[in-house]
């Protein structure tokens, strides 16, 4: 059975920080490309980061300079550094994985599996 479970989302004041980890069991984790996506409200679902198997990252343009997607791999655990926050980036988190043998990592294709998400609320 697949697990991603999602943890450290919460409040922050902007210009703050906060970092999101995603622990990941049922899966050959270093053989998985890995996102972070974030959906609010008001806006459709938005793909923020994604990493690689060797840990190729590419992220939003929304969140670049200011979010880091890592992974380590023996802790079979996906992080996303959060920091200078805005009120925009409030949303739900989730964590999501694919096979890299699908043959295409990044966030506009089909992830496998989910995390059930966490809240990170920003405020100004």
């Known amino acids: 059975q697949v697990q991603l479970v999602e943890s450290g989302g919460g409040s922050a004041q902007a210009g703050g920080s906060l970092r999101l980890s995603c622990t990941a069991s049922?899966?050959?984790?270093?053989?998985?490309?890995l996102g972070w996506f974030r959906q609010s409200p008001e806006k459709e679902r938005e793909g923020v980061a994604r990493?690689?198997?060797?840990?190729?990252?590419s992220y939003a343009d929304s969140v670049k300079g200011r979010f880091t997607i890592s992974r380590d791999n023996a802790k079979k655990t996906l992080y996303l550094e959060m920091s200078s926050l805005k009120p925009e980036d409030t949303a739900m988190y989730y964590c999501a994985a694919r096979p890299m043998w699908y043959g295409t990592c990044n966030t506009g294709v089909t992830f496998s599996y989910w995390g059930q998400g966490t809240q990170v609320t920003v405020s100004s």
């Open positions: 990493i690689t198997d060797v840990a190729v990252t």
């Open positions: 049922g899966i050959t984790f270093n053989k998985y490309c």
